[in-house]
């Protein structure tokens, strides 16, 4: 069965400190990868999205980056954290259209 | 373009009597709709979805949805709510490009 897992699932950063979120899925390949970030009383914002290895699209700008060195490996980074860059960020896959998104169980990143 | 409004931000509703969670979309083409249910520091987990078949989407714990095209709306429902259903729940919609997009969620509250 296919599964996704996402770590750490909590982090406080000082400002001005780099990131790394890693997410890995599980029995399958070639999945659509995503993140997403949910900040304090408001919704879902797609920050990447990727169909493949080294293939990247960013949703919005930002101090963030991500990357897919590997088939099943999304990671999302910052080089220095903003206090803005504090939210709930949660990495997903889906297999195909039409077919909804398996969320990881997120990450809870405080920047002090 | 797509474009999901979750009509309430909060509901409140007595254990035991029905819950309805509403949400409106655009879309340029035939759309899929998801609803996603969150608790707290959690990830989303996928309640239900409609991708073009039956306009009535039966899901999981005990909740429906119905598609009506000439309303643009894609309600959730459930006969008697729980209190465990106290939760954030999100619509999402996607024309079959690789995004969706997530409305700003609903807060439901149940009282016991």
């Known amino acids: 069965s296919q599964t996704i897992h996402q770590w750490p699932a909590t982090l406080v950063q000082p400002v001005g400190s780099p990131l790394s979120l890693e997410c890995t899925v599980e029995?399958?390949?070639?999945?659509?990868l995503y993140w997403y970030r949910q900040a304090a009383g408001r919704g879902l914002q797609l920050l990447f999205y990727s169909v493949g290895i080294g293939q990247i699209s960013s949703e919005v700008p930002q101090n963030l980056s991500a990357s897919r060195p590997q088939d099943r490996q999304f990671i999302l980074s910052s080089k220095k954290l903003l206090l803005s860059d504090s939210g709930f960020y949660l990495c997903?896959?889906?297999?195909?259209?039409?077919?909804?998104?398996?969320f990881g169980s997120g990450t809870r990143l405080t920047v002090v | 373009a797509q474009s999901v409004t979750q009509l309430d931000s909060h509901v409140s509703v007595s254990e035991g009597t029905p819950v309805l969670l509403r949400c409106n979309y655009s879309s340029s083409y035939s759309p899929s709709l998801f609803w996603y249910v969150q608790h707290p520091n959690k990830g989303l987990q996928l309640l239900l979805k409609?991708?073009?078949?039956?306009?009535l989407v039966k899901g999981i714990n005990g909740f429906e949805a119905e598609f009506k095209k000439s309303e643009t709306s894609f309600h959730l429902t459930k006969p008697s709510a729980h209190m465990s259903d106290a939760a954030e729940y999100f619509c999402a919609v996607t024309s079959g490009t690789y995004k969706y997009i997530f409305g700003t969620g609903t807060r439901l509250k149940v009282l016991a």
């Open positions: 997903a896959w889906r297999p195909g259209q039409g077919v909804g998104y398996t």
């Open positions: 409609y991708t073009s078949a039956a306009t």
């Open positions: 029995g399958t390949s070639n999945p659509n």
